[in-house]
């Protein structure tokens, strides 16, 4: 017991800092992803050609296969290369942390926003459209209602991988908890170790669970009745 | 009211879905589209309200060619209501049937006001059901709640592909009856695809009978039944003539040109609908056991019928249509 109020009163503080990095991270990186992945899997439902969707899908699944360590080294060479051209950019920090984190978060949403509308019966939408709804009220009030737990499961799943791909940040000196596993492994000291670690996966659980609570809540309430419950009778 | 000229659709691909097809559909009337599947009658539906455009010839909408119309538009102008799964899952029974009133930007209290009607008209308690989703209906409360939303921006005409299909068959009946009698009332121009030829017989003015995509015969129900226009309609019908000759025929077809008997005071609960089908009249003497029963059209007493005449009547018919197989 008294060893862990020491614990915490000498490592305490910078926890907390490299926790609030962690997290400032994680979700701008996330936001960037979702402005990339949800108007692409949008626009992937709609292009005339099947072909560029399953290409764009493709893709982003095998940007998903790089190793985490190398998708933070190639972020960091790629702004390198890009450097000598003249290009204002950072190399190490946190910008290149967020290239790669945005890259590592944007299949899981790309994915499910694609296969989320995909799923919408066609049914339903030609019975909106026969009703004179236009394509942008079609998206609006008829497919993105009805796929929206999809499209949070997948932001769910994104998040979740990004904390976990966001302690590496601590290699290129990006900040975040990653910075104090980083020196529990320099220092072969497990309090450091522990105290990146711990609150790591704590995040990690607390964002899962909050955001499940948030996909139950997207989801449309006469989605979650289940059909049994109906009353029999005409 | 709407008339097709020359219409022909081929998709991609060279199925020749609907070809050279030629009709007029009256106003207020109900025409039913009937044929196999396969025969091109959801396709000629679908074309009036432009969810598919016809490859050539023209619908023509009160005398306007649909395809200068804007689609959106001419939609939310056309009633249209489809087999069971039509309903928006995320929407309460109220929103459903508000979709296109709010489309068209009815107010707030118009909308609620008619939502209140609309389920009335449909035997569904406004206070029980607007604020249920229709995972929480049986079928043939969905259904009603399809009908109710494709009346709901008071359109004057209505599509309307199998809407009972679904359906088991005494909730189908039930709903038909509703149908017919509500649409008495509305007067709506209607085009109601099924591939059921009871079903037409029993909801058609007119029925256009369909096959790969040509037009077999376009008549009235009993002129169908009584004379098909050749071959094929013949085998169409099969061995149900006997039983929809018995449909076809309407008590008032039967009864003498002047009203006959004792005039009652008032409309009796029980009587006979003039447009009902004689099988009709003699389910009516079998659930009362009278010898005799008022028959009225509208509120209009027409007579009364004996059971023995309704029988006669039914035999001779029956010998009728046997005699030219």
């Known amino acids: ?234 | 009211m709407i008339a097709f000229e020359h219409v022909c659709k081929t998709y991609p691909g060279g199925v020749e879905a609907v070809r050279d097809l030629c009709m007029e559909v009256r106003e207020g009337e109900t025409l039913v589209l009937l044929g196999t599947s396969g025969s091109g009658k959801t396709t000629t539906m679908k074309m009036v309200n432009r969810l598919i455009d016809p490859t050539s010839g023209r619908i023509l909408i009160d005398g306007s060619d649909v395809m200068e119309i804007d689609p959106i538009e001419l939609r939310r102008k056309i009633g249209y209501a489809i087999q069971n799964i039509g309903l928006f899952p995320h929407m309460t029974v109220a929103e459903n049937i508000a979709v296109v009133p709010r489309l068209l930007r009815w107010s707030r209290q118009q909308i609620d006001e008619r939502v209140v009607q609309l389920l009335a008209m449909v035997d569904l308690e406004p206070d029980e059901f607007r604020d249920r989703y229709p995972a929480q209906l049986s079928g043939g409360q969905k259904q009603r709640v399809g009908v109710a939303r494709a009346l709901a921006a008071d359109p004057p005409i209505v599509l309307m592909d199998e809407p009972f299909g679904a359906l088991d068959p005494i909730t189908r009946e039930q709903l038909q009856n509703e149908f017919l009698e509500l649409e008495s009332e509305i007067q709506k121009t209607v085009i109601f695809v099924t591939h059921d030829v009871f079903e037409a017989v029993k909801m058609a003015d007119r029925i256009a009978l369909l096959d790969a995509g040509r037009l077999q015969q376009l008549s009235g129900p009993a002129e169908l039944v009584e004379s098909p226009a050749d071959e094929f309609v013949e085998q169409f019908l099969g061995q149900h003539r006997f039983q929809l000759s018995l449909l076809t025929r309407t008590v008032r077809t039967i009864m003498p040109a002047a009203a006959a008997g004792p005039h009652p005071a008032g409309v009796p609960a029980v009587r006979v609908r003039a447009r009902g089908s004689l099988v009709e009249a003699l389910d009516l003497f079998k659930q009362t056991s009278q010898a005799e029963l008022p028959v009225y059209a509208g509120r209009q007493f027409l007579g009364r019928l004996e059971k023995q005449r309704l029988l006669k009547e039914i035999a001779k018919s029956l010998g009728s249509t046997g005699a030219r197989e």
């Open chain 1, 1 to 234: 017991m008294i060893a862990v109020t020491e614990f915490l009163q000498t490592l305490g503080p910078q926890m907390l800092q490299r926790t609030y990095e962690h997290v400032y991270l994680t979700f701008l990186s996330l936001i960037i992803a979702t402005a990339i992945a949800l108007p692409l899997g949008v626009y992937l439902t709609r292009t005339r050609w099947p072909a560029l969707a399953s290409g764009v899908l493709g893709l982003a699944g095998v940007i998903q296969t790089v190793p985490s360590l190398a998708m933070v080294a190639y972020a960091v060479t790629l702004l390198a290369l890009l450097k000598t051209t003249g290009a204002p950019v950072p190399t190490i920090g946190s910008f290149p942390a967020i290239v790669a984190l945005v890259l590592y978060g944007l299949l899981p949403i790309l994915r499910n926003t694609y296969t989320g509308i995909r799923q919408v019966d066609p049914a339903i939408i030609e019975v909106a459209r026969g009703m004179g709804m236009t394509a942008r009220q079609i998206l609006l009030r008829v497919e993105l209602p009805l796929s929206l737990a999809i499209i949070m499961a997948g932001v769910r799943i994104a998040t979740v991988w990004t904390i976990g791909v966001a302690a590496l940040g601590g290699l290129i000196g990006a900040g975040g908890l990653g910075d104090l596993i980083m020196r529990g492994l320099r220092t072969v000291h497990v309090g450091y170790l522990l105290a990146g670690s711990v609150p790591a996966s704590l995040l990690a659980l607390l964002s899962d669970w909050v955001l499940g609570r948030v996909e139950r809540w997207l989801t449309p309430p006469g989605l979650r009745i289940q059909p049994s419950a109906a009353e029999k009778g005409v």
